[in-house]
């Protein structure tokens, strides 16, 4: 079948030809009869160039360009792309023994927008994020088994809640290859159960992995307060890290028993961890002033989208306002947001703020991002969406 062509408005090219892999719809001059989400597209300019290929769908991001400079995608697409991906990661010393759960497809960080995959030991989690991934699932399954070394065996299709509602294409989350083997993977030697079947995104929070580590440095003789904890990964590294107590809070109950387990998992019968099923806000009200000198805050994204940007950041200035208020002269402060709208500079204005207002001298020690398996596609600068600041109160 012939691949449809999509024109685009005179002058509508410009991002394009500095490879940023998206076109929006606003600048489409024609839509070809019977295009249906998913469908793979050339792209060409007012004058009649060839552009690129990509996957289309209803939206304000109509196509994502998957192969510039070609009118068709080569066989082996899946398979080679995979395969760097996969190799950028083991050349970076990412896979070990001690390390067996990274992202292997951060979507355009690897050339391949709209698609996630995240691997847990011998399991690989897949998310499409659009029409023409979720397409093209058995294929990017058969291409994960075929990594070389890789070791993959289970493949669980995980999109029901990551797909366009207005696509219609009601996914189902289950194993497209094997089946439940075990949940438990490593990261930089500390065990970890995985909910990848219940569990927010892929079932952890990868990404944090680096900032993690960091915060280990930091812990030694703290009493550290864990902010919408989730499974406890900063909790297990403040452990690890020789903290004087953990404190873990998040407002999900299923969330503070996946963070007992993971502690329980690493430090079995260690009496410095507590935890807590309370809102956050509400946490940091009622605890006493000076109470822990180690505190993170790692919300869930406070503004998913452009219309909910002002008020996401009034949610971090409040939020890093009351830990201002509470954390003990010479604590640390760990905050993140992982909002993609919210920029770097906002973020920090917003932390700014909330600092001025508690009054108190506060230097940063580091700025944080994203690891290595999240890499950032330098034509796509909206790939940066995690940032985060390490304070230190006086």
Same mark, same amino acid.
């Given at each position: ?69 070609? !009118? ?11 395969? #760097? ?11 070990? &023994? ?7 497809? =951060? ?19 897949? &998310? ?5 991934? =979720? ?14 070394? #890789? ?30 083997? *075990? ?66 809070? !998040? ?8 963070? !007992? ?11 410095? =961890? ?33 219309? #909910? ?25 760990? *905050? ?17 703020? #909330?600092?001025? &207002? ?37």
């Amino acid at each position: 079948m012939a691949i449809k062509t999509i024109r685009l408005k005179k002058g509508k090219d410009e991002s394009l030809r500095r490879f940023h892999p998206w076109v929006f719809s606003g600048a489409i001059a024609n839509l070809p009869d019977a295009i249906e989400e998913g469908d793979l597209v050339v792209v060409e300019s007012h004058e009649r160039e060839v552009i690129g290929v990509g996957h289309y769908q209803i939206g304000s991001i109509a196509v994502r360009i998957l192969e510039f400079g070609a !009118d068709a995608l080569p066989d082996n697409f899946f398979q080679s792309r995979l395969n #760097a991906a996969y190799e950028m990661r083991r050349g970076l010393g990412l896979i070990r &023994q001690d390390n067996d759960c990274f992202r292997l497809v =951060h979507g355009e960080g690897d050339f391949l927008p709209g698609l996630v995959v995240d691997v847990y030991g011998k399991t690989a989690v897949v &998310q499409a994020h659009s029409p023409g991934m =979720h397409f093209c699932r058995q294929e990017i399954a058969d291409a994960l088994l075929n990594i070389p070394e #890789a070791g993959i065996v289970n493949i669980y299709y995980k999109s029901e809640t990551t797909l366009p509602f207005k696509a219609q294409l009601d996914p189902v989350n289950e194993y497209i290859v094997g089946g439940f083997d *075990t949940n438990v993977a490593t990261e930089n030697g500390l065990k970890f159960n995985i909910d990848w079947l219940r569990g927010q995104k892929t079932g952890f929070f990868v990404d944090q992995r680096d900032n993690r580590s960091l915060l280990q440095h930091y812990a030694k003789d703290r009493n550290v307060l864990n902010m919408f904890c989730y499974t406890g990964g900063f909790s297990v590294y403040a452990m690890r890290g020789g903290a004087k107590m953990v404190d873990s809070v !998040d407002s999900s109950a299923k969330a503070i028993t996946l963070t !007992d387990e993971n502690i329980a998992l690493n430090f079995p019968g260690d009496t410095r =961890h507590r935890s807590f099923a309370i809102d956050a806000f509400k946490y940091l009200a009622d605890m006493k002033d000076g109470e822990y000198d180690l505190i993170i805050l790692d919300p869930p994204a406070f503004a998913k989208h452009r219309n #909910a940007l002002k008020n996401g950041l009034l949610g971090y200035r409040k939020l890093n306002a009351k830990a201002f208020d509470k954390i003990r002269s010479g604590g640390i402060l760990f *905050t993140f947001s992982c909002s993609q709208v919210v920029t770097r500079e906002m973020f920090r204005l917003a932390v700014f703020s #909330a600092a001025a &207002q508690s009054g108190r001298r506060v230097r940063i020690l580091h700025q944080l991002t994203q690891p290595a398996d999240h890499p950032i596609n330098i034509y796509h600068p909206e790939g940066e969406y995690l940032k985060g600041l390490v304070l230190y109160v006086e």
